[in-house]
């Protein structure tokens, strides 16, 4: 979650004062609510992507961009997000966050109608906005709950209400791929979005009676110039990767834009050492163990987001299976986080990070090589095995590299450093979604003309851009000999096979970073972070 201030602490934290939380445990029931709804979304979207695609004729790159776009709205605005609660109240920003969250997710259910009251913006333009939207509103959603529970909570039953928040998120992830199947399959990809609607009112309601306020006790400014160069030098970096194997990476378009990033990153490193309050103090990144940790965080949802975005085609478009079934499939990942996350936490205290990361990182790669190795007709126990080791893999990563980042700040920056580690998730989530997209397209490009043979004279130029289109998705188009559907389907389990190699290897890379990091401080007095 993303943090603004830091704020010293006395050794425990104490009962939550009069006007600072409320009954803890309906604290705890009312900000879940309202963090279930980022959870479902989170994971129910790759189930719905087929039918997104099938009803709206969206391209590759545009549902990359409902994923990426979401990611990265989240990305930069946490930190920011953080700093508005301190402001303005930690409540006040919940509850907007909640109330445009089930807002914007029902404006994304009727994407198809706002298109036509706005001229030139189309379905998926409205969707992929929307999306962005949403991102916003779940930035403000997620740290001001946080904060709320750290308001509200004693000291001494902190950690049972952080193990509590930890199993509801859990949970909520693990149920995401089995509701979105039922909702899809059984109404439509709508209903997906729409579903937010009354949780959220549930939130909203709850949240209005049970919460009491609270703020930061020193409060902070908004870096606004820097949250606007970050925002667009990472919209530069990601449209670049998206539009580079459509454009060509030596055109002109591709290069300029990847200049607009380079100047716009530049300009943010600049004014981030010139700002008396920036969004991201560099001076937090002179520990090594930060800068690694962080690394750590982008390349591990680097490999997750990025692998992840391929398998409900594969499974719905190539497997044939429906999207029920597709979450089902999906649902060992989910599940086994449950259990990882808390074994990882314990296996760091006991073992250290270096030695429990590496050993996850280790694991993960052998889950993506397994998943590489994943045939048109592969069973559900072949793919279960993969997802339960990568759930195992991935979830001591995620837990040191928050030890390392939040535990290696110093006190003052403790706060942003949690909001750095949330980014740099969101970040390596879209980074991995576009290149490993950009990578399986160029696979699928290279490969379909090989299986089709003496067919490909079939295809005009044109024709044969939109058969590699339709294999982006696993999905033949109708009334096509069998000959031609062996094609697309075995060019999109080559460019799966390719991405999840990748994947590997950056998980084997990654894994010898943690030879250079270090454990975070242990300490009672640490300080409250309340943005």
Not at 382 to 400: C, D, E, R, T, W
Not at 483 to 502: K, P, T, W
């Amino acid at each position: 979650m993303a943090h603004a201030k830091a704020v010293d602490a006395p050794p425990s934290l104490g009962p939550a004062k009069p006007g600072t939380g409320g009954n803890p445990w309906l604290v705890l029931l009312a900000v879940s609510l309202g963090v279930i709804m980022v959870m479902l979304d989170g994971t129910v979207v790759g189930i719905a992507n087929p039918s997104i695609q099938a009803d709206l004729k969206a391209s590759l790159s545009d549902l990359q961009w409902v994923t990426s776009g979401y990611l990265l709205a989240l990305a930069v605005f946490l930190i920011t997000a953080g700093k508005l609660g301190d402001l303005f109240g930690h409540k006040r920003v919940f509850l907007i966050g909640v109330a445009g969250f089930a807002l914007s997710s029902v404006g994304i259910g009727l994407s198809a109608q706002l298109a036509d009251i706005i001229p030139g913006l189309g379905p998926v333009g409205a969707l992929i906005a929307l999306r962005v939207l949403q991102g916003l509103f779940g930035a403000l959603l997620q740290p001001a709950a946080l904060a709320l529970l750290r308001g509200a909570f004693p000291g001494e039953k902190l950690n049972q209400a952080m193990g509590a928040w930890g199993a509801i998120i859990g949970l909520s992830s693990a149920a995401g791929p089995i509701v979105g199947g039922l909702l899809v399959e059984n109404a439509s990809w709508e209903t997906v979005f729409f579903i937010n609607a009354p949780v959220g009112l549930a939130a909203l309601v709850l949240g209005t009676i049970l919460i009491k306020d609270n703020r930061a006790q020193t409060l902070a400014r908004i870096d606004w110039l820097g949250v606007l160069l970050l925002s667009g030098a990472m919209f530069s970096l990601v449209w670049t990767i998206i539009k580079a194997p459509t454009w060509g990476w030596g055109d002109s378009t591709t290069l300029t834009f990847g200049a607009v990033f380079v100047v716009l990153v530049g300009s943010f490193i600049f004014w981030q050492s010139r700002a008396s309050q920036p969004l991201v103090p560099l001076s937090l990144f002179k520990n090594l163990s930060i800068s690694i940790g962080t690394v750590l965080m982008m390349m591990v949802a680097f490999a997750m987001f990025g692998a992840m975005f391929f398998l409900g085609f594969f499974f719905q478009g190539v497997h044939g299976l429906s999207p029920l079934e597709a979450g089902l499939r999906m649902l060992p990942m989910s599940a086994g986080m449950i259990v990882a996350s808390p074994l990882a936490g314990m296996a760091i205290g006991k073992l250290g990070p270096k030695i429990t990361m590496a050993t996850g990182l280790l694991i993960t790669a052998l889950a993506m090589f397994l998943m590489s190795q994943l045939s048109i007709d592969a069973s559900f126990l072949q793919s279960a095995i993969p997802f339960v080791l990568l759930a195992f893999g991935m979830s001591p990563v995620f837990v040191g590299a928050t030890e390392i980042i939040v535990g290696n700040a110093p006190v003052h920056l403790t706060g942003v450093a949690g909001g750095v580690q949330q980014s740099a998730m969101q970040v390596g989530g879209a980074l991995g979604t576009a290149i490993l997209g950009a990578v399986m397209a160029g696979e699928i490009s290279d490969k379909l003309p090989g299986y089709l043979g003496p067919a490909a004279k079939m295809f005009q130029p044109d024709q044969l851009a939109g058969l590699e289109k339709a294999a982006s998705f696993g999905k033949v188009p109708p009334g096509l000999p069998q000959q031609i559907g062996d094609a697309v389907h075995n060019s999109f389990m080559d460019g799966m096979h390719v991405a999840f190699l990748v994947s590997t290897c950056i998980a084997v890379l990654t894994a010898a970073l943690t030879v250079f990091v270090k454990a975070g401080r242990k300490t009672e007095s640490a300080p409250v972070h309340v943005g």
